[in-house]
């Protein structure tokens, strides 16, 4: 996808598979919103296909799903029960059903006796809050979250995860975009990360982490730790504990291999340690940028 002589996004291809959560990332400026924005219409891809379901997206399907976008877009002069009774409405639910569920919402995030403040009195936490409420108030079978935890703070966030898990088990497919790694962790089954528009990551987050990370080993011993560049390095020992990182070409196996038997020492521990998807998304993102996508 192009702007001007921009290009935002280059042969990007993904799926999402019903009832999974899948992790949508990528810093800021990486394309992952207007991705979204094209798979829903608002933007015209300039080729290649954005299906949901098989179909491109029309808003007959909007019964059918949440779309939480970065920008809050509740009415602001409203209380907070009427606008969650407007978009509950807006969504083909009658009065009955939106008011009792909205109610039972508010209690649920701590907001119960702000139910008839006006929006524009809220924090913004407080907003985000109604802003998740009226995306998930018609059960959405798609669920599409940009940055829904933004302005949140832990005990809230923890919160969300805790719904989002729920809307899992209940069959709800999501995508989610997050800068918080240990949400992806906690949650997504698979990931795509975006970098300059172009697609880097791709799969489980075990397949990720086995593809892009570093395995370094824990390893605790008896003896002399044998010098062995051409199999690893020591990265750092203390006493009888050490991390080592294999050497290019070498895998976990090979050192291990190259350890047993040795004349003089003997392993008590051994210890596989991936890398966190937060440290293989920074090592990602410190790289330096090839070609011309913004």
């Given at each position: 996808?192009?702007?001007?002589?921009?290009?935002?996004?280059?042969?990007?291809?993904?799926?999402?598979?019903?009832?999974?959560?899948?992790?949508?990332?990528?810093?800021?400026?990486?394309?992952?919103?207007?991705?979204?924005?094209?798979?829903?219409?608002?933007?015209?891809?300039?080729?290649?296909?954005?299906?949901?379901?098989?179909?491109?997206?029309?808003?007959?399907?909007?019964?059918?799903?949440?779309?939480?976008?970065?920008?809050?877009?509740?009415?602001?002069?409203?209380?907070?029960?009427?606008?969650?009774?407007?978009?509950?409405?807006?969504?083909?639910?009658?009065?009955?059903?939106?008011?009792?569920?909205?109610?039972?919402?508010?209690?649920?995030?701590?907001?119960?006796?702000?139910?008839?403040?006006?929006?524009?009195?809220?924090?913004?936490?407080?907003?985000?809050?109604?802003?998740?409420?009226?995306?998930?108030?018609?059960?959405?079978?798609?669920?599409?979250?940009?940055?829904?935890?933004?302005?949140?703070?832990?005990?809230?966030?923890?919160?969300?995860?805790?719904?989002?898990?729920?809307?899992?088990?209940?069959?709800?497919?999501?995508?989610?975009?997050?800068?918080?790694?240990?949400?992806?962790?906690?949650?997504?089954?698979?990931?795509?990360?975006?970098?300059?528009?172009?697609?880097?990551?791709?799969?489980?987050?075990?397949?990720?982490?086995?593809?892009?990370?570093?395995?370094?080993?824990?390893?605790?011993?008896?003896?002399?730790?044998?010098?062995?560049p051409a199999v690893y390095q020591i990265i750092r020992?203390?006493?009888?504990?050490?991390?080592?990182?294999?050497?290019?070409?070498?895998?976990?196996?090979?050192?291990?291999?190259?350890?047993?038997?040795?004349?003089?020492?003997?392993?008590?521990?051994?210890?596989?340690?991936?890398?966190?998807?937060?440290?293989?998304?920074?090592?990602?993102?410190?790289?330096?940028?090839?070609?011309?996508?913004?």
């Open positions: 996808m192009r702007f001007g002589d921009k290009t935002i996004i280059k042969d990007l291809s993904f799926e999402v598979r019903p009832g999974e959560t899948f992790g949508f990332l990528g810093s800021n400026g990486s394309g992952k919103t207007t991705t979204l924005r094209a798979l829903l219409g608002i933007y015209e891809p300039d080729h290649g296909e954005l299906l949901v379901n098989g179909r491109r997206y029309s808003s007959k399907m909007g019964s059918y799903l949440g779309y939480l976008p970065e920008e809050r877009g509740l009415y602001q002069k409203e209380t907070v029960l009427a606008c969650m009774m407007y978009f509950g409405r807006l969504k083909g639910m009658t009065a009955g059903d939106v008011r009792k569920w909205s109610l039972s919402y508010l209690e649920r995030v701590a907001l119960l006796d702000k139910a008839n403040v006006r929006m524009d009195h809220l924090s913004g936490g407080e907003q985000q809050k109604i802003q998740l409420g009226v995306t998930i108030i018609n059960d959405p079978k798609l669920l599409i979250l940009d940055e829904p935890t933004k302005g949140f703070d832990p005990v809230t966030r923890r919160l969300l995860m805790d719904i989002l898990e729920e809307l899992s088990k209940g069959g709800t497919t999501t995508v989610l975009v997050t800068h918080q790694m240990e949400e992806v962790e906690r949650l997504c089954d698979r990931v795509v990360l975006l970098k300059d528009g172009v697609r880097r990551l791709y799969g489980t987050v075990s397949e990720v982490k086995d593809e892009f990370g570093s395995k370094n080993i824990g390893i605790d011993f008896e003896g002399t730790l044998p010098k062995q020992q203390t006493g009888q504990s050490a991390n080592l990182s294999p050497a290019e070409g070498m895998t976990p196996r090979h050192v291990l291999e190259s350890l047993v038997g040795k004349r003089g020492f003997s392993i008590t521990r051994f210890e596989v340690q991936q890398e966190s998807l937060d440290d293989i998304f920074v090592s990602i993102y410190s790289e330096a940028t090839v070609g011309s996508h913004v």
